[in-house]
């Protein structure tokens, strides 16, 4: 029994194994930071669970043992390798997946053994559904094991109640091989009837891959190594609209960082521009489904739930100039329209919920509202009128007269010019000294600067900043450069953290919007090694959701879609520049 690999190999200790459309994956990373022994069944509808628990198990010599395997995966086909045989696993839809095995049997089991009136998961053998099946508390959704081929070998705690073990081991027949199907359902659904052979379905996906690839990335090279795996994390990490989610989205992530917070999803948007449009469309727009009637977005969205303690930073004007330019047909009228719509509204938000009374710049009401959670701008107070929230107000307000120029709202067009340019104005009386950008507390007054490179971040001003400025920014931002890319603490600073998310590594959406500011004003040379240097960190430690400065090494979540698409951004334009 033989199965070709798709696509690069990865660690499913790093990034799930998954398809696009799925609202599961196959990982052993059952929680936060938390990593179980055998691969699970991790569903992302009503949070992050761990339903069902995969285990490779000893035919030959002790039957029922667990076998010690290597897992092997690519994009396309996951398999489990011991001595005496194998077994792979790949998916024939969205919410289903086949297995099948030569040499070894697989025991499918429920992830924990209490059940109570209100947790676990229960076990039951359906005959009108020719299948076993598990029903989870914690999903509110049905997981169905259907025996293509083979033996059962044991079937634990049907109809068991309190603490058991549950679930099926399935065998080898005469044949000496076994195969399984394992569908995800809501109540009911017709027995499961095979789509094709197991080779046809990992062929299958590895069309659908490949299709994903040439699409988003047809500029890779050996230049670009990391571009297949990155549009992978990409890809894998898309589920098809249920629940609160309205669209095909791209969660951050199939770890625990399942939700699409409302700056992320533009960095998503961008690298899905040229290649595919529609689903860049989609991601721009999903979380203004669910503006709320003052105009804010919401800070999250996920299967369940939306939260609207927070909100994130007005980049959406500049997300969207940048999306409608590498669309590779410009938006309609329509699109425009609900566009300007939405971003008017976005934008009316921030100039009256978030300025006080009199007041020409908007506010932040907690680290949390600027996704830069625990920088150290916030140190001395967390309700702070700051540069980087003035900056990106001005680059939305320039969209909003250019979205109303070509609407045909000449009125529009010049208001939106010039409140542009009065909170242009007033972020250089107020905030700048001549020699930096500092930070205003909301209450008092007082004025501070720090080390973090937030108060930086006014270069995404780019072409629309005195020159003057944009040098003195530039030369502070050199100072952020470790031989892996922008700390975003100065790495002198007493309050550097080498793990402390906002307070030293470094993260994508900052490098993104440094290097498109840099570039437009003028700095190509720097903004050309802010590019390399994130690059090569991408190529050499993935697709983390932040990195060590000092080191480069990966920290949390290592299988994030806002760094690989932001390694897929980079590389494009790189590439583009090149020739390529």
């Known amino acids: 029994m033989t199965a070709a690999p798709s696509g690069p190999a990865f660690s499913v200790h790093d990034i799930p194994f998954s398809t696009y459309g799925s609202w599961f994956d196959i990982s052993p990373v059952v929680a936060e930071k938390t990593y179980a022994e055998d691969l699970h069944l991790v569903s992302h509808q009503n949070g992050m669970h761990g339903v069902l628990r995969l285990v490779p198990l000893n035919t030959t010599v002790e039957e029922g043992d667990r076998a010690e395997t290597r897992v092997e995966a690519a994009p396309g086909l996951l398999s489990w390798i011991g001595e005496s045989g194998r077994i792979d696993l790949a998916y024939e839809s969205p919410d289903a997946v086949r297995l099948r095995g030569s040499g070894l049997g697989i025991g499918v089991f429920a992830a924990a053994q209490a059940l109570t ?3 676990g998961t229960y076990f039951f053998h359906d005959p009108a559904a020719d299948g076993h099946v598990f029903t989870s508390y914690e999903t509110g959704r049905r997981y169905r094991v259907t025996v293509l081929s083979g033996t059962l070998a044991e079937v634990a705690g049907a109809q068991a109640l309190g603490s058991a073990d549950r679930g099926v081991a399935v065998t080898a027949d005469a044949d000496g091989a076994w195969e399984i199907a394992v569908d995800e359902l809501d109540t009911a659904r017709p027995p499961y009837v095979s789509s094709g052979t197991f080779d046809d379905i990992v062929e299958s996906a590895r069309r659908a891959f490949a299709d994903f690839v040439d699409a988003v990335a047809p500029w890779r090279s050996s230049a ?3 571009a297949e795996l990155a549009a992978y994390v990409v890809w894998s990490a898309t589920v098809r609209p249920a629940g609160l989610v309205t669209r095909p989205a791209v969660l951050m992530s199939k770890h625990w960082m399942d939700k699409v917070w409302s700056w992320d999803h533009c960095f998503n948007a961008l690298a899905l521009a040229s290649g595919c449009p529609e689903l860049a469309l989609d991601q721009f727009a999903l979380p203004f489904d669910h503006q709320d009637a003052g105009g804010a977005l919401p800070d999250s969205v996920t299967h369940s739930e939306v939260l609207y303690n927070f909100v994130k930073p007005p980049i959406h004007g500049w997300a969207f100039g940048q999306l409608r330019r590498l669309l590779p047909t410009p938006p309609g009228q329509d699109q425009l329209a609900q566009a300007y719509a939405r971003l008017e509204r976005w934008t009316a938000f921030w100039l009256t919920a978030r300025r006080a009374p009199g007041a020409e710049l908007a506010y932040y009401q907690h680290g949390n509202d600027s996704g830069w959670d625990n920088a150290t701008t916030f140190d001395p107070e967390r309700m ?22 070509e609407l045909g709202k000449e009125d529009a067009a010049r208001r939106w010019t010039a409140a542009a340019e009065e909170t242009q104005s007033a972020l250089l009386d107020q905030l700048w000294t001549g020699e930096r950008f ?35 920014l530039a030369d502070h931002i050199k100072a952020h450069l470790t031989p892996y890319g922008l700390a975003t603490e100065l790495t002198t600073s007493p309050h550097y953290l080498a793990d402390g998310y906002w307070r030293g590594p470094i993260w994508a959406p900052a490098t993104v919007l440094v290097e498109d500011g840099l570039r437009r004003a003028g700095h190509h040379r720097l903004a050309d090694d802010v590019s390399a240097r994130f690059r090569a960190l991408c190529e050499t430690h993935g697709f983390a959701e932040n990195f060590d400065a000092l080191t480069g090494t990966g920290l949390r979540d290592r299988a994030y879609t806002w760094t690989a698409s932001s390694y897929l951004l980079l590389a494009a334009a790189h590439a583009h520049r090149d020739g390529h």
């Open 117 to 119: 009136p209100f947790s």
């Open 224 to 226: 670009t190594p990391a």
């Open 384 to 405: 702070v009128v700051t540069a980087d929230l003035a900056a990106f107000l001005v680059l939305q307000l320039r969209e909003l007269a250019e979205l109303a120029e």
């Open 438 to 472: 500092v930070a205003r507390g909301v209450v008092g007054g007082d004025t501070w600067s720090s080390a973090s490179l937030l108060d930086l971040m006014p270069i995404a001003l780019g072409e629309h900043l005195p020159g003057e400025i944009s040098s003195a």
